[in-house]
């Protein structure tokens, strides 16, 4: 027979969604290095509280002359929302206020203070590709080859009757890069107008941009659309402007690569 606790335990469905309310916690507090050494795991989640906050100030109006927002929390809210003591809490404070992560203002004794919040930083860019483990042409490959699976995967599942146990819903978002995901409906979309191995630049791209940046968006497919494909784009021309002044540096002159142009046509006949 089944303990008590066992028959307590309800477990999801596959059929079943999510309907609880979230906190918001950015993964740059675990992964940026500005951060993620810095603060202790009680300082993240708190941060993450006092943006859950910053919607209520703004209905709230609450903000001052220069138009930043503030919000009240306190030391105790805090306490009681965490169980912490009240020396773990300053502690929480202060490590944010190193990382300068929020702001207090004093407004009198027996008031509480006002709490504004910094915006994360992110690292520079060119420090952030020289910490990528995996070399460019690596990380491209390996959005392909997923892209490629990907693509498989779907085709086979057309052929399966019974839809709801297909690998991939029509509506799912599939991770191709560490902080993008696409719906196979727009990565369909992608590969048919551009191809697979374009479509994993743009991916790359927005990818490395995302991950530089902090940037999050509602749709990675939307941003894509606005401005990634764009890049890409200009900066393949860039390359193919590159490779064509290289190019005529080494040729001195229009008969000399003639010739050798004619010379490697007979070699490889």
């Known amino acids: 027979m089944d303990s008590d606790e066992e028959r307590k335990l309800d477990l999801f469905k596959i059929n079943e969604t999510l309907t609880y309310r979230f906190y918001q916690m950015p993964k740059e507090l675990f992964r940026n290095p500005l951060y993620k050494d810095k603060l202790s795991l009680e300082a993240k989640v ?38 912490i003591s009240r020396t773990t809490a300053s502690k929480v404070f202060s490590e944010l206020k190193k990382c300068n992560l929020i702001k207090e203002e004093r407004l009198g004794q027996g008031m509480a203070n006002r709490i504004y919040i910094g915006k994360m930083q992110s690292e520079d860019l060119e420090k952030f590709k020289e910490k990528t483990f995996r070399s460019p042409k690596e990380e491209l490959l390996e959005v392909q080859n997923r892209i490629s699976r990907s693509l498989k995967e779907n085709t086979n599942n057309t052929d399966i009757n019974n839809t709801d146990f297909n690998i991939y819903n029509s509506e799912d978002k599939i991770f191709f890069a560490d902080r993008v995901s696409l719906k196979m409906k727009e990565l369909n979309n992608l590969v048919e107008q551009y191809d697979i191995e374009k479509t994993a630049k743009i991916i790359v791209a927005l990818d490395l941009y995302k991950k530089s940046s902090g940037k999050m968006y509602v749709s990675d497919y939307n941003a894509m659309l606005n401005w990634v494909i764009n890049k890409v784009s200009r900066d393949e021309k860039k390359e193919m402007e590159g490779n064509f002044k290289r190019s005529n540096i080494r040729y001195k002159n229009y008969e000399q690569r003639e010739y050798d142009d004619i010379e490697s046509f007979y070699d490889n006949i």
């Open 46 to 83: 708190t941060y993450t509280l006092l943006l859950d906050r910053l919607e209520l100030s703004r209905i709230n109006k609450w903000f001052n002359e220069n138009g930043e927002i503030y919000l009240i929390y306190t030391r105790q809210e805090l306490i009681n929302e965490l169980k």
